[in-house]
């Protein structure tokens, strides 16, 4: 039987300014459930980090960042370091978002790195992975989301791993109102699941939250987060109001 507390995380994306994220994560402290049935993570862009936090104590939303540099400190302008986002009361982050690795040339390795700087200093990652339109066109979906998510991972403990999310995000299904059916969506994660049962232990593998990420909405949140190897949501366009939000939250427990 799987343990796994399923994950609603709202990927805020270059949106809201500190009023409107104060306005936004006071409603969703106020109506998340108990971290025992849903864990509730909101990624503000980095200019609303702290207010988010600050407005979030206390209540069990939790708050990544959407992005990391790995570096601990030094002359990287325009960077933050996991210890500067652990400093400003942050627990998750993600990294490899295809919006990074499309738009910011963000590599493979690059990605790796940020997952073992994050770990080191005790944030929780939230690994990005998915396949374009055409690669899953040319029937290489499997491949792609495996060699993503192996070079992420490569050289973690398992003990490491056990603190790892991954979220499977099909590039083309993100923000263009076109999702994964539930069970093209569950192949890829029971895919992943399978790839990570292989490399760190079935027992590490079963513990591991898989969240999908593409287009989420309320409408069609239950019918996704029902396949057995979907363990929660990443959500974009849904996650900025708490209207379209909080329905997703509740179709996952
Ligand atoms: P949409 O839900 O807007 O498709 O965005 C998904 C996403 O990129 C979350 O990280």
Redesign the pocket.
């Known amino acids: 039987m799987t343990t796994r507390v399923p994950m609603v995380a709202g ?1 805020w ?1 270059l949106n809201h300014t500190l009023a409107d994220a104060k306005q936004l994560v006071s409603t969703l402290a106020a109506e998340a459930p108990d971290r025992s049935q849903c864990e509730v993570v909101v990624a503000p862009p980095a200019t609303a980090l702290k207010t988010v936090v600050d407005t979030a104590l206390g209540s069990a939303v939790a708050v990544a960042a959407q992005n990391v540099y790995h570096e601990k400190s030094g002359a990287f302008t325009g960077e933050n370091s996991p210890a500067l986002i652990r400093d400003v009361g942050c627990s998750h982050c ?1 990294v490899g ?3 990074r690795r499309q738009l910011f040339s963000e590599t493979d390795a690059a990605v790796h790195q940020k997952v073992v700087s994050l770990l080191e200093h005790q944030l929780i990652p939230i690994v ?1 992975v998915g396949e374009t339109l055409a690669q899953r066109d040319e029937g290489t979906t499997v491949s792609v989301v495996l060699g993503q998510t192996e070079a992420a991972l490569k050289g973690l403990s398992d003990d490491q791993l056990a603190d790892v999310v991954i ?1 499977y ?1 099909p590039v083309w ?4 109102g076109r999702t994964a059916s539930p069970q093209d969506a569950q192949d890829v994660h029971a895919a992943i699941r399978g790839f990570l049962s292989k490399d760190f232990g079935a027992s590490v593998a079963e513990s591991t939250r898989i969240l999908y ?5 309320p409408n069609n949140a239950k019918e996704l987060l029902a396949e057995p190897d979907i363990d929660g949501a ?6 900025l109001k708490s209207e379209s939000f909080l329905p997703i939250v509740q179709a996952a427990f």
Do not use: D
């Open positions: 990927n994306k993600i978002h295809s919006e990005c979220a995000e299904a993100i923000g263009t990420g593409g287009s989420v909405k990443l959500v974009g366009g849904a996650s």
